[in-house]
């Protein structure tokens, strides 16, 4: 029985080491042209409306990664700007609205909306920004999405978290 045994293992260790493939030569990459100027401002511009997240004077909206409510380091750079901009403008009150794409049961949608939401304020008391009293958190799931959700480019609209003054 040992023999059997020692010899599907040579025999396996020998399939292993026998299975391998050519080794993949590395492919050149096209240097690319040199920027001019007016293309590196159409970029600045257009990171920097990505960043901004739309900030209007209606509300802001902050988005998260497929079942996330995570906050990392670039959302809270987002919602520093945020806050900052709402002290600017004096606001007292605000209401959080947690979103999301849609999931396996509505359960799991409404789930996901309030944790994002809660995570939006949290952070927004942890920076002393808003006091928990001063703050209304909402999950609404994935019952009001901003895009369609047959477009998988278009889903992350939806798992997003609107910040709303009040005034």
Do not use: W
């Not at 100027?37 to 990664?65: G, H, I, L, P, R």
């Amino acid at each position: 029985m040992k023999k059997v045994r020692v010899l599907l293992l040579l025999l396996s260790v020998l399939f292993m080491f026998s299975c391998k493939s050519a080794p993949k030569q590395k492919e050149e990459k096209p240097a690319e042209p040199e920027k001019t100027q007016e293309q590196e401002v159409v970029k600045e511009e257009t990171d920097k409306k990505a960043n901004e997240k739309n900030m209007s004077d209606d509300y802001y909206t902050v988005y998260f990664a497929p079942q996330s409510y995570q906050i990392d380091q670039f959302t809270a750079q987002i919602l520093k700007e945020i806050g900052e901009d709402l002290k600017a403008k004096n606001v007292k009150k605000i209401v959080i609205y947690g979103h999301s794409a849609k999931l396996d049961s509505q359960k799991d949608e409404d789930r996901i909306a309030l944790q994002r939401a809660i995570a939006v304020a949290s952070y927004f008391q942890k920076m002393k920004l808003f006091d928990a009293n001063n703050i209304i958190v909402e999950g609404k799931g994935a019952s009001e999405p901003a895009r369609s959700h047959s477009e998988i480019t278009d889903r992350f609209k939806n798992r997003r978290v609107e910040i709303h003054s009040v005034k």
